[in-house]
């Protein structure tokens, strides 16, 4: 079965850490770029980070730039979102996804397989 899964959500004060993991089954992430992207309530999906499939070019949304690191783990077939200085609108469902693109791509329907999503809550 070819799926994403999402893990290291949870509930954390402002300023603090969390690191999200997406882990793949069913086929091999090394041929994918990866991203993340976040859904709060009432809103829709937003562009969070990317990287290319060899790990050599990232790019975040302005909004994370300089608190969120986005990196992978061929060997583990995994790839990760470090996440700091965590503010309370950094609150949603945190989603990981790949497309099969030489590139960092930012739109949603560029991206081929989805994760279920893993909750962060920022609130103190």
């Known amino acids: 079965q070819t799926q994403l899964v999402e893990s290291g959500g949870g509930l954390v004060q402002p300023g603090g850490s969390l690191r999200l993991s997406c882990t793949a089954s069913?086929?091999?992430?090394?041929?994918?770029?990866i991203g993340w992207f976040r859904q709060a309530p009432g809103k829709e999906r937003e562009f969070v980070a990317a990287?290319?499939?060899?790990?050599?070019?990232?790019y975040y949304a302005d909004s994370v730039k300089g608190r969120f690191t986005i990196s992978r783990d061929n060997a583990k077939n995994t790839v990760y979102l470090q996440m700091n200085s965590l503010k309370p609108e950094d609150t949603a469902v945190y989603y990981c996804?790949?497309?099969?693109?030489?590139?960092?791509?930012?739109?949603?329907?560029?991206?081929?397989?989805w994760g279920q999503g893993t909750q962060v809550t920022v609130s103190s």
């Open positions: 990287i290319t499939w060899s790990g050599r070019t990232t």
């Open positions: 069913g086929f091999d992430l090394n041929y994918f770029t």
């Open positions: 996804a790949a497309a099969l693109a030489p590139t960092v791509v930012t739109n949603t329907r560029r991206y081929d397989y």
